[in-house]
């Protein structure tokens, strides 16, 4: 058995999953296997969702790899990146016993999966220094080892604090665990980072998983589309392992129409637009005597620290503006996190902000 599948649970190393209708590849004209109607809904005008969807939707597959550079045996497409959290917390960890390691403060979801399965879960927090929050991965590798983790989460660019991590640090820390921890980079906003994607490792390194989403960059956050890209061995085990029918037809195929070279062309538009928008509002926020600091960010977003972040949450809310509240957040008491939007918002960001400073 290879090092990388050691790392599944051994219950579910040979575990067959659900063998539902779709998946028999049996050929025939009149299908009557999976007790669908035989008609179409009134409202289903393309009548695409009468019939169970293929499991892993096989046109959306080859244009998620090709987009993502990998193979379609080394991709599996989920209900967002979040399931795809959720999958690989359920197949690694045994519950009780097996550990995942995390850097605070970071997205909730590695977390929540973790308890979900009654993982244990070990915390590196971000180092906040000079050049903004880094990832110590000297430290995560001793406490990986140490805990005998089977998954520790990388978030690059991490959210909500904007720093991505170099790849050579990635493949260090990921050769450092090899055969006792799989290393998930988290790329859910990699179109906006200067750096390229871990992708670039898996062929030195099998025990790195890469999460990619189109709910970020690709502006399809209601599709649910996320994958997760690893070595075959592992997709197939995942794939075993998650629900029978994850990717809903209308949802395919609004993401593959959003994948086309129009649409992608316009989605590298969009992304130039808000990397240079984040410079612009970096150097506004910066500027405000309020405003203790803005971290760089490598993501759609900019975390920043308030004199009062309280009060500044209150005043953009009064100018309809909703941002994310960081403050219960560890090291991010006085810390409010701003998405990127369009120009036109971002310029109410800023005047809602200069207003209070002119008021004060
Ligand atoms: C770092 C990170 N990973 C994953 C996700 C989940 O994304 P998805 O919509 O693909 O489930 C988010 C969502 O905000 C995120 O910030």
């Known amino acids: 058995m290879s090092a990388l599948l050691e790392l599944v649970r051994e219950d579910l190393r040979g575990f067959g999953g659900y063998k539902s209708a779709r998946t028999e590849a049996l050929k025939g004209e ?20 009468r019939r169970y969807p293929d499991p892993q939707p096989a046109a959306l597959r080859s244009a998620l790899a090709e987009l993502y550079a990998c193979e379609e045996s080394q991709l599996l497409i989920g209900r967002g990146s979040d399931e795809a959290i959720d999958l690989l917390v359920r197949a690694l960890c045994n519950p009780g016993q097996d550990a995942i390691v995390v ?40 406490a990986a080892l ?61 025990n790195i998983a890469i999460l990619r989403t189109l709910s970020k960059a690709h502006a399809l956050a209601a599709a649910r589309i996320g994958v997760v890209i690893a070595d075959s061995e592992l997709i197939e085990v995942l794939r075993r392992c998650q629900a029978p029918y994850p990717v809903p037809t209308p949802c395919a195929e609004l993401a593959l129409a959003g994948l086309s070279p129009q649409a992608l062309a316009e989605t590298r538009r969009r992304v130039a637009v808000v990397k240079s928008e984040r ?56 810390a409010l996190r701003i998405t990127i939007g ?19």
Not at 287 to 307: A, D, T
Not at 314 to 330: E, F, Y
Not at 348 to 355: D, E, F, H, T, Y
């Open 30 to 49: 009149v299908w009557l296997n999976a007790n669908e109607s035989a008609w179409a809904n009134p409202a289903d005008r393309g009548a695409s969702s």
């Open 103 to 142: 850097t605070p403060p970071v997205f909730g979801m590695y977390s929540v999966c973790a308890r979900l399965q009654n993982a244990p879960v070990i915390e590196v927090p971000l180092r906040d220094g000079a050049d903004g929050f880094v990832a110590e991965l000297e430290a995560i590798g001793d």
């Open 146 to 206: 140490k805990a005998r983790a089977k998954l520790v989460f990388l978030c690059s660019p991490s959210n909500p604090a904007g720093s991505a991590i170099a790849l050579d640090g990635i493949e260090s820390l990921a050769r450092r665990l090899q055969g006792t921890a799989l290393v998930v980079v988290d790329e859910a906003y990699g179109e906006f980072s200067d750096l390229p994607s871990a992708t670039a490792l898996q062929a030195r390194q099998s």
């Open 279 to 334: 410079d612009r509002l970096q150097a506004a926020l910066a500027g405000l005597p309020e405003v203790l600091r803005v971290y760089p960010s490598q993501g759609n977003y900019l975390l920043v620290r308030f004199r009062d972040a309280d009060s500044a949450f209150r005043t953009l809310l009064s100018a309809g503006v909703v941002v994310r509240d960081q403050r219960a957040a560890p090291q991010l008491g006085d």
């Open 342 to 360: 369009s120009p036109e918002q971002n310029d109410r960001v800023i005047s809602a902000l200069r207003l209070q400073e002119a008021a004060a």
